[in-house]
């Protein structure tokens, strides 16, 4: 997998792009190692330089650890609740595939992460992009857990509200310990 050219066509062609990742043998280390660990670097790499002048290199060093840990967790979880759930909507549990999702479906919004070097005025940016990830998951409920049609999205609401609400917890996690850093 060239991940260059996995990213462009997960963002430009995701409709060809999911049979692909679905017929493409990988293991969850590979997944992980080869795409998620990667991608989700990108965001704390660009929190290091937007943010380390404005909050401070300790700061700034606290929140991309924080950052990176996030995205590692919700990955992984998420794919759990993928492959939980699957069944209820018409799919069939597979964990390799809702790591598939669940990871390949992040890609704008790993990517967006550079959008941290602009500090507060990135987010809207990461915003739009975990819009366009949330549709990605949409397009690929059907290709890689067999969810029928008429269910993914319904399926894909679940998973978005249940990632969102991770994305928020952890997220208030690691801002109460990063606090005193902050005041």
Do not use: C
Not at 48 to 66: C, E
Not at 115 to 137: E, K, R
Request: charged share 10%; net charge positive; aromatic share 10%.
């Amino acid at each position: 997998m060239n991940i260059v050219e996995r990213a462009k066509n997960m963002l430009i062609e995701p409709r060809a792009e999911w049979p692909r990742v679905a017929a493409e043998p990988m293991t969850a280390q590979q997944i992980y190692t080869g795409w998620v660990m990667i991608l989700a670097a990108i965001g704390p790499i660009a929190i290091l330089i937007g943010w380390g002048v404005r909050l401070g290199f300790a700061t700034s060093v606290s929140m991309a650890i924080a950052n990176y840990a996030i995205a590692l967790a919700v990955t992984a979880i998420l794919a759990l609740v993928i492959d939980a759930l699957a069944p209820n909507f018409g799919g069939s549990k597979d964990f390799v595939a809702a790591l598939k999702l669940s990871a390949f479906s992040y890609t704008p919004a790993f990517l967006a992460g550079v959008f941290h070097l602009l500090g507060h005025n990135g987010g809207i940016l990461v915003l739009i992009a975990m819009v366009y990830a949330w549709y990605l998951f949409y397009l690929g409920v059907p290709v890689l857990n067999k969810a029928t049609a008429d269910k993914a999205i319904v399926f894909t609401i679940v998973i978005v509200v249940i990632g969102f609400a991770l994305g928020m917890l952890f997220g208030m996690l690691a801002a109460r310990g990063l606090a005193p850093g902050l005041t």
